[in-house]
């Protein structure tokens, strides 16, 4: 039904699985599962010239536009940690995830200065009210709880009055999302939230102004690459073609990316270290593309929004019936964490997760092995056990768990396979990336049994005796 690109990403996908080195894992060893990798003692320059070979070598099969040479993204077996794993050893959160801790677009000037001054009003009126009640005579509150049980169906009319009005504002202000359909609340204009995301695009530029790599960059080259052949075999999406992505590769070791609402593209290096291959990285670019497309930005600060003003009532009522300011405060701070862990960081999750299926359609549009995405989120659930990172429950966190976003992509992935099919790309040859991961850290794990801890004199930890046989 949609037009499909035919250019080929991943080129003769064979040569492009195992073009790592196996060998160069080294003892995993010790308690809490640390992996070594054997990461030669060269300079920059040398790492470059190693991974110039690989990166070329793909991109010259891709199409002759890609040809040139790239460094620092390494390109490893699709289903192996990250050759140059040195690239893990910087923090990794429990809540990673390729969206910038802040949201990705600015909330509306307005929001800005009222929501304070809402929230403030609702503390003052709510505080009046009860030292105007601890200031009423006992015969004058007798007579108003009196008033109150003649009147409770005009109260309970007016009150319910105030809701019909909550249902129809919501009602009226839903919408389809792009590509999806699910029903979604968007109080603010599209255009308009997308003109206010130039504010945190100034804000982001002043604070990495110094860390900006050229368009000379063969990293920022590359990234330039994924995103432009993304955008191109997606460009009979109204969304995405109506877009004009700029790219920004910022030289940060986070492992992270995002994208603001008007296509400015923010992709840090660590995260090009991070990832294995070509694949992964274009899955990574796909989602976060995803999330401008489908406006989650807009959609999360509407939602977001309208759950604010409804709890002004909540919060007028708790300072108006909490009988001191020390409970009153106790009691904002439980109505505040309530509607963050039932309604906001859920609502976040779900989105996390649109947007990982979306930017798989994506990827597979653009003839990219998909099978590799949810070998990333392994990778990155392995680096953070290397780590001993501790595990919190989901539900704490903005983005699902890097394990329950595997086996999502991963009951993903055979629809997406039909989509690379209906797009006429070459078919995928060589092993399944997901299968050689596996086999990996099964292999790595029987090997690590009956090892000593790392000063052990037993063996030396600096010389690599795992062998990982191509499959």
Known sequence: RNRCQRLDLSGNTKNCFLTGNPDSYRNLIGKGLRCLLDVPHTSGQEEYRNANHSLGRFFSQSSQTLGEEIPSLLISSVGQPPHHFAAWSFQINRSFHTSPSLQAAPVPLFWIIVKPAQK??????????????????????????????????????????????????YFTHLEETPITGRARLLVFGKEHFRELSQMEYDMWMEQFQSQMLPETDARYQVVERVVGHLSESNKDVPQVSALKWVIHVVDEPGVNAFV???????VFTGLLEAVSDIHQLSFILGHEIAHAVLEHAAEKASLVHFLDFLSLIFLTMIWAICPRDSLAVVGQWIQSKLQEFLFDRPYSRTLEAEADKVGLQFAAKACVDVR??????QQMELAESIQGQPKLPEWLSTHPSHENRAEHLDRLIPEALKIRESCNCPSLSGPDPRLIFRLNMQHLLESSKGRGPPNSTKQDPSKPKLDFPHT
Do not use: D, H
Not at 141 to 168: D, H, T
Not at 260 to 266: H, I, K, T, Y
């Open 372 to 377: 590799a995405s949810s070998v990333f989120w």
């Open 260 to 266: 603001l609402p008007n296509g400015q593209v923010f």
């Open 120 to 169: 403030l009003f609702a503390i003052i009126l709510g505080r009046s009210i009860r030292n105007w009640w601890k200031a009423l005579p006992p015969n004058k509150r007798e007579l108003f709880k009196e008033s109150a049980r003649k009147n409770k169906w005009k109260i309970l009319l007016g009150v319910s009055s105030l809701g019909v009005v909550f249902v129809m504002f």
